[in-house]
């Protein structure tokens, strides 16, 4: 088991909830913040303690620009086996695969752990473990396949209450769990509902999770593949020892096109991520020279939904 230099690592595991950190990546004040809103009072440190946590591993990548100079330049991709077709004509078909990668050239290939660039620099230490457990170290290749871009319906528990007459509040403990989308129904999209007149329409406002698919960007420029989605899934495949993985793989030819599929972070900021000498990559993870491991809250996502309704007359 890797620890990180100042022996904190091993206070934080046993502290029930981990959130696992890459240092020395700006900006600094997230996650100093992130440690004080939701770091176990006591389990982390002082604050003076963790900027010089932070500003090693900052120097450190500087010596990283130097010794892995452009190493994300030459990360490994490579169609999938043939035993896999049938897997990736099933995952084609699905409507959340459709809805998801439509605007852009997609496609499913084995692709390099360790040296995917990434804009996400932490994960729960416990979904990661538990993703583990669930797939094993002798798992076949169709199971990889599964873990990696699962069909299944996910099954994290979701509370709903209604707040008042027109707010509701949706909770759960999956840091996936998300608002979806407005959009409007015809009364022959809704069944059970016995409505005391005649519908003209429906209004839904939906809150789910994501399809949850393990995918990264490819720069048609530069070569080098940011991930986009599924960094718990790709640091627990890493930790296993799994090297390549499949991945569903978005091209661009021009960054304005990050607008449509990428994280506010890469889309605002593309040439840090696909030029820069040494970007933080998913390797990173498992280098205890960077890592930390933060004892943390038990929190769950909250989303609120409220709608308002206005009646009036205007002249036709």
Not at 95 to 112: C, D, G, N, W
């Amino acid at each position: 088991m890797d620890r990180f230099q100042n022996g904190h690592e091993t206070a934080a595991q046993a502290a029930g909830q981990q959130e696992l950190w890459i240092l020395g990546q700006p900006p600094l004040k997230k996650y100093l913040d992130f440690v004080d809103d939701l770091g176990r009072e006591g389990a982390n440190g002082i604050r003076s303690d963790r900027v010089n946590e932070w500003r090693n591993a900052n120097d450190y990548y500087e010596l990283l620009m130097r010794t892995e100079r452009n190493i994300a330049d030459a990360i490994e991709t490579f169609s999938l086996p043939s035993e896999l077709d049938d897997c990736a004509a099933e995952l084609a078909a699905d409507p959340r695969f459709r809805h998801t990668f439509e605007s852009l050239p997609t496609a499913i290939k084995m692709v390099e752990l360790d040296r995917l660039v990434v804009c996400q620099n932490h994960v729960n230490r416990n979904f990661v473990e538990m993703l583990k457990s669930r797939l094993g170290q002798a798992a076949d290749i169709a199971s990889l396949f599964r873990f990696c871009l699962p069909l299944e319906e996910y099954q994290a528990p979701v509370q709903i209450r209604e707040a008042d007459s027109r707010r509701y509040i949706f909770r759960s403990s999956s840091t996936d769990f998300r608002f979806h989308e407005a959009l409007m129904l015809k009364p022959g999209q809704i069944s059970g509902h016995e409505s005391f007149g005649q519908i003209a329409g429906v209004i839904g406002l939906v809150v789910g999770f994501s399809s949850n698919f393990l995918n990264a960007i490819h720069d048609d420029d530069s070569g080098r593949l940011v991930l986009n989605n599924g960094y718990h899934r790709a640091c627990a495949l890493s930790e296993l020892g799994i090297t390549h993985a499949p991945c569903i793989v978005q091209t661009v030819t021009r960054r304005d096109e990050l607008d449509l599929i990428a994280k506010p972070i890469v889309a605002n900021d593309p040439g840090y991520f696909f030029n820069s000498p040494r970007p933080p990559l998913l390797k990173d993870f498992k280098d205890p020279k960077i890592r930390k491991l933060c004892a943390t809250k038990k929190v769950a996502r909250t989303i609120e939904v409220s709608y308002e309704i206005r009646d009036y007359l205007v002249e036709e």
